[in-house]
């Protein structure tokens, strides 16, 4: 009797403990899923935190767009762990989590069939021990009743009436104790029955549903087992594109290309400074001409940079001050931000211009049409838009000369132009020489110069000169090899100042 209890209680605690697995190994899932959601945001903060707009052209084109895709990538990535994240919840947390609950109520029901089928095999041998003791007690009567009966019919001073009531009190003692003992037999079969009904049919019945309910809650589990590692398998062919994506970003950096790149947005225009001269002081010779440069004329040719700069790329400088004009920059980069705010004043002026079709359209329309609106309305917008398209007209007539002022680089093969001398186009660079010298006072001479060559001062701010023409100085070389000198006429102008020797005023 005692077997069945023990075989009960061992594959209920068997089953309890498969189930505490399950749950356990869904707690772990959730914790795993988490850890991947909480990986994906950090790399999705991360690459955004670094994909931010480029607040320097210092950094390589070529390799700073590599390094842009990688964050692109990286992105991508961090989405596939999200992937990852949400499948694991999906296919092991929730579905199990749906399974646990109808596993325990299933394995709910078996137990409480077992537990039924234990509680009446007891009551019924219950039944049984209960007939079995009043058979026992009934027969000890009958036993007594009848020995009773044969002690008084032997009893000779017993009467008759004595020995017929002692009698039939031991038959009918018999007769109760063959009752109990005919319950008693038919209570056995029925515990037999029940038992046998219990132990070869019900409790196995039960137990076979039981272990068919914990196989295939390890089979379960063991699928949950395969989607841990299928769910990351699933994403990895996705994963490895962003992997090979970052590899091409990295092969695809070219140092070259990034270094032409930085050459051709920062270069200045400038030619190398040529050799110093010696200048003999000891014979009073003057600094601008010289017995051993009279053939071979020394010609500055940026009127930017100072003497004191002849090595800027090397040397610390501070920032130059932004002017709207870029006087600051060197002449080719001078040059491409004109160009660039040409660009932009143009794009804005035509803009300007068909907001202005447009608006003059909607008067003609209102001036047919008085229903639909007031042309006087419109009348701030059409002068507002009339003074922007006034002003950037003048912007871009300003720009469009100062972008177009070539400064020559002056040089010869024997030295010096002649009359037919004319410059090399592809020589030219852009520079801004000052347009309002005209509208100043003129200012005194400080000397005199003597032209030893000829000079066309076919650009803009310069002024021609014939070989042995004398002029009057008005501001003297400020480093940039350039002078500015005055006929008597009053035409005033620059002229290079290796081209004439000079005598200041004392």
């Given at each position: 009797h005692s077997w069945d209890?023990?075989?009960?209680?061992?594959?209920?605690?068997?089953?309890?403990?498969?189930?505490?697995?399950?749950?356990?190994?869904?707690?772990?899932?959730?914790?795993?899923?988490?850890?991947?959601?909480?990986?994906?945001?950090?790399?999705?903060?991360?690459?955004?935190?670094?994909?931010?707009?480029?607040?320097?052209?210092?950094?390589?084109?070529?390799s700073y767009q590599a390094f842009l895709d990688i964050l692109t990538e990286m992105n991508d990535y961090a989405g596939q762990r999200e992937l990852i994240a949400e499948n694991l919840m999906m296919n092991i947390c929730i579905d199990l989590t749906k399974y646990l609950q109808d596993f325990k109520q299933e394995r709910k029901t078996y137990l409480m069939d077992a537990k039924k089928a234990q509680q009446s095999l007891e009551s019924t041998y219950k039944q049984l021990d209960s007939s079995k003791k009043r058979f026992e007690r009934e027969w000890r009567e009958a036993e007594r009743a009848a020995q009773y009966a044969e002690k008084t019919d032997q009893d000779i001073n017993a009467t008759k009436a004595d020995v017929e009531k002692a009698k039939q009190q031991a038959h009918m003692r018999a007769h109760v104790a063959d009752e109990c003992k005919n319950d008693y037999a038919a209570q056995l079969q029925k515990y037999n029955k029940e038992q046998n009904q219990f132990y070869f049919s019900d409790m196995p019945l039960i137990f076979n549903k039981l272990q068919d309910l914990d196989e295939r809650r390890i089979q379960k589990?063991?699928?949950?087992?395969?989607?841990?590692?299928?769910?990351?398998?699933?994403?990895?062919?996705?994963?490895?594109?962003?992997?090979?994506?970052?590899?091409?970003?990295?092969?695809?950096?070219?140092?070259?290309?990034?270094?032409?790149?930085?050459?051709?947005?920062?270069?200045?225009g400038f030619e190398r400074p040529g050799d110093l001269e010696f200048?003999?002081?000891?014979?009073?010779?003057?600094?601008?001409?010289?017995?051993?440069?009279?053939?071979?004329?020394?010609?500055?040719?940026?009127?930017?940079?100072?003497?004191?700069?002849?090595?800027?790329?090397?040397?610390?400088?501070?920032?130059?001050?932004?002017?709207?004009?870029?006087?600051?920059?060197?002449?080719?980069?001078?040059?491409?931000?004109?160009?660039?705010?040409?660009?932009?004043?143009?794009?804005?002026?035509?803009?300007?211009?068909?907001?202005?079709?447009?608006?003059?359209?909607?008067?003609?329309?209102?001036?047919?049409?008085?229903?639909?609106?007031?042309?006087?309305?419109?009348?701030?917008?059409?002068?507002?838009?009339?003074?922007?398209?006034?002003?950037?007209?003048?912007?871009?007539?300003?720009l469009s000369t100062l972008y177009r002022k070539p400064v020559y680089f002056l040089s010869s093969p024997d030295g010096a132009y002649s009359d037919e001398s004319t410059p090399d186009p592809s020589q030219a660079i852009y520079a801004e020489f000052d347009d309002d010298f005209e509208d100043e006072d003129l200012a005194a001479p400080i000397g005199k110069c003597t032209a030893m060559y000829n000079f066309p001062g076919a650009s803009e701010g310069t002024i021609a000169m014939q070989e042995g023409e004398v002029l009057a100085v008005v501001e003297e070389d400020k480093g940039d090899g350039w002078t500015r000198v005055r006929r008597n006429n009053g035409d005033e102008g620059y002229i290079p100042t290796s081209y004439v020797t000079i005598t200041l005023n004392k």
């Open positions: 209890l023990d075989q009960y209680d061992i594959i209920e605690k068997h089953t309890q403990s498969g189930l505490e697995l399950v749950e356990k190994y869904v707690k772990f899932a959730k914790e795993r899923t988490e850890i991947e959601q909480n990986y994906a945001k950090q790399l999705r903060n991360l690459s955004k935190k670094y994909n931010q707009k480029r607040s320097s052209k210092d950094e390589p084109e070529c589990l063991a699928q949950g087992y395969v989607l841990f590692s299928d769910t990351e398998k699933h994403v990895m062919p996705i994963i490895g594109k962003c992997l090979e994506g970052i590899t091409k970003a990295g092969t695809n950096v070219n140092e070259k290309n990034d270094s032409m790149i930085v050459i051709e947005q920062n270069k200045s200048e003999d002081y000891s014979q009073g010779i003057n600094r601008a001409s010289s017995d051993s440069s009279l053939g071979t004329p020394k010609v500055s040719v940026d009127p930017w940079k100072k003497k004191t700069n002849n090595f800027w790329l090397f040397s610390k400088r501070s920032k130059p001050t932004v002017t709207e004009d870029f006087a600051h920059l060197p002449p080719e980069q001078r040059r491409k931000r004109l160009q660039q705010k040409l660009d932009e004043i143009c794009k804005e002026l035509q803009k300007e211009v068909d907001q202005s079709e447009a608006l003059g359209k909607m008067k003609d329309v209102y001036e047919k049409n008085p229903q639909m609106g007031d042309p006087a309305s419109l009348a701030s917008q059409i002068n507002q838009t009339s003074q922007n398209i006034e002003r950037l007209r003048g912007e871009q007539s300003l």
